[in-house]
């Protein structure tokens, strides 16, 4: 059955209605995830402190960002909570509001087992376009006027880019494997069922047209990782993944693409730490456009051929 139609003649709750609710429930999720987080941290310091006054809580925390202990309790701290704010809020508000088992979130079986290996390819051909549209979302400059909010955006990005640059090195294959799964697999489970599986969903009920329904979602979806200067690359990879969940109709293949996205981002991460790889790997800039040319010219061939193929006759799940 066509997703669209499938989705709007569902038996559920309306649109606008849910999203607020689906608010409500994340905000719960973030003071929980905050909870669990915070006190893992301070259980942390005062262990290796003895005290919990503000100085032990600052000395404390310099000494996790400078071991090997640290780093696993923050990876494990930041699984938690991305694995309560997304997995598990998606899973309570579609089990306690719309009352749905899991496999409601798609409206048909894979057609292939091949879908998943032509969605990888699609992703990277697809890479080089997306830093490209990532140097120049760095380089943007707002008007003078707005110097102030740019100093602002500049430092939240630069505090991101420090707390994230920590929490990917891996060291070690274990190390490795923990940020694989807590970046790749918790991270792009939890936002998946959030963004295609509910709000994109919801967002095709309560719009007429579907593709302002994947690029308003897209658009939350980057919006809602306070990234400014990330802000396009992950748009893009935002109504890519909302167009495979629309086209295909089974939750599993934007899931799988998020996940491969983020594996890749971070094994590349790995390689670059580990100085295997020359660090300008990292955002493509040394690619000659004509070859980023080329390949989104790929691109837009290998999915005007994907979309034609999940447009065939397919047996719904």
Known sequence: MDFVRFVR??????????????FGFICLGFVLASVVQAGLMIVAIVKESGSIDLEALSRGMSSMMGSRTGWWLLVTAQGLS???????TAL???????????????????????VILTVFILQMAFLPFNSYLGSINENVQLPGFLSGLENTLKEMERSAAEITEYLAKSDTLPQLLMNILVIGVIAGIGEELIFRGIVLRKLLRGLNNEHLAIWLSAILFSAIHFQFYGFLPRMMLGAFFGYLYVWTGNIRVPIAAHIFNNTVAVILFHFIHKGVVSPELEKMDNIPLPWVVLSTLVFAALLYRFYYRQKAPQTDA
């Open 82 to 88: 991305s694995l309560i704010l997304f997995v598990l």
């Open 92 to 114: 309570a508000y579609w089990r306690w509001i719309e009352r749905k088992p899991i496999a409601d979130f798609s409206s048909r079986q894979l057609s292939s087992s091949g």
């Open 9 to 22: 003649n569902s038996s559920e709750r309306d649109a606008w209605s849910s999203l607020l609710i689906l």
